[in-house]
């Protein structure tokens, strides 16, 4: 059904985990598209009363952007890709069943976002957190917009403007994962959650997560005017494009001389 995502649906949990394990799970358009779908339609599905969202392998949750597709992009593409990005979250928002991030390794960038849009997080010690964005040339817009309301102005701009990772440690320690587990037991702890959620009146919990969207809402639609504005601002600069392929230059030298 899927090629990117593998879903399934046991004892009223869905579980989506993306499923591009040779770029830690890194997502390109295709990708997004399918987890806005599958998202969806677990949202529809009267079977399943909460969701886990992950990813595959032991390394990622996922890598955020994948910088193969974003390397290229002109004013044009820079402005639908941040139109792809508000119908993912969209669907997100939109769940009237909650929604668990089992991070199982990294979470960068983009899917930092996604993490912290989920309603309750379980992560180990050695997960990593952070927006880097600026480290790829990329402005940040939705990221600082959550940040800032989970966290405060203050460590916002510092993980915005630094770009630097958080690892678990940090991250249960401010609030962002709110289980820290064995690596080995985020798997099984964020089904534990999921079932305690899945138990709780159905309609009471659609009502109070459509309230937190709707708190939430004027935020939301102004970080993504904001996003498309610097996006396509920093494209027509040619600064993401030459960041993009130094890093790509640099890592091939990395590999030749290993």
Same mark, same amino acid.
């Given at each position: 059904?899927?090629?990117?995502?593998?879903?399934? &649906?046991?004892?009223?949990?869905?579980? @989506?985990?993306?499923?591009?394990?040779? /770029?830690?799970?890194?997502?390109?358009?295709?990708?997004?598209?399918?987890?806005?779908?599958?998202?969806?339609a677990m949202n529809a599905d009267d079977s399943v009363r909460a969701v886990i969202l992950t990813g595959s392998g032991? =390394?990622?949750?996922?890598?955020?952007?994948?910088?193969?597709?974003?390397?290229?992009?002109?004013?044009?593409?820079?402005?639908?890709? /941040?139109e792809e990005w508000r119908n993912l979250y969209a669907a997100i928002r939109g769940?009237?069943?909650?929604? @668990?991030?089992?991070?199982?390794?990294?979470?960068?960038?983009?899917?930092?976002?996604?993490?912290?849009?989920?309603? &309750?997080?379980?992560?180990?010690?050695?997960?990593?957190?952070?927006?880097?964005?600026?480290?790829?040339? &990329?402005?940040?817009?939705?990221?600082?917009?959550?940040?800032?309301?989970?966290?405060?102005?203050?460590?916002? @701009?510092?993980?915005?403007?630094?770009?630097?990772?958080?690892?678990?440690? #940090?991250?249960?320690? @401010?609030?962002?994962?709110?289980?820290?587990?064995?690596?080995?037991? /985020?798997?099984?702890?964020?089904?534990?959650?999921?079932? #305690?959620?899945?138990?709780?009146?159905?309609?009471?919990?659609?009502?109070?997560?459509?309230?937190?969207? #709707?708190?939430?809402?004027?935020?939301?639609?102004?970080? /993504?005017?904001?996003?498309? =504005?610097?996006?396509? #601002?920093?494209?027509?600069?040619?600064?993401?494009? =030459?960041?993009?392929?130094?890093?790509?230059?640099? =890592?091939?030298?990395?590999?030749?001389?290993?």
């Amino acid at each position: 059904m899927y090629d990117f995502l593998i879903t399934d &649906i046991k004892d009223a949990i869905g579980t @989506i985990t993306l499923n591009r394990p040779a /770029v830690l799970n890194a997502w390109h358009s295709p990708m997004r598209k399918e987890l806005a779908k599958a998202l969806n339609a677990m949202n529809a599905d009267d079977s399943v009363r909460a969701v886990i969202l992950t990813g595959s392998g032991d =390394r990622a949750f996922s890598a955020g952007q994948d910088l193969n597709e974003t390397k290229s992009f002109d004013t044009a593409r820079a402005g639908d890709w /941040v139109e792809e990005w508000r119908n993912l979250y969209a669907a997100i928002r939109g769940m009237n069943k909650p929604l @668990i991030a089992a991070l199982n390794g990294v979470a960068a960038g983009s899917a930092f976002q996604v993490a912290l849009q989920c309603d &309750i997080r379980v992560g180990h010690a050695a997960s990593r957190m952070g927006q880097p964005e600026i480290n790829s040339g &990329i402005a940040s817009t939705l990221g600082p917009w959550l940040m800032n309301q989970m966290l405060g102005l203050s460590r916002t @701009i510092e993980l915005t403007l630094t770009g630097r990772m958080m690892d678990g440690d #940090e991250c249960y320690r @401010i609030g962002l994962i709110h289980h820290l587990v064995p690596a080995d037991q /985020v798997a099984a702890k964020a089904r534990e959650v999921a079932a #305690e959620l899945a138990a709780k009146p159905p309609v009471a919990m659609a009502l109070n997560k459509r309230r937190f969207a #709707e708190m939430t809402d004027a935020g939301f639609k102004d970080a /993504v005017a904001a996003g498309s =504005r610097n996006q396509k #601002e920093a494209y027509a600069s040619g600064e993401p494009q =030459r960041m993009m392929e130094e890093f790509f230059a640099t =890592r091939a030298r990395r590999k030749q001389s290993a």
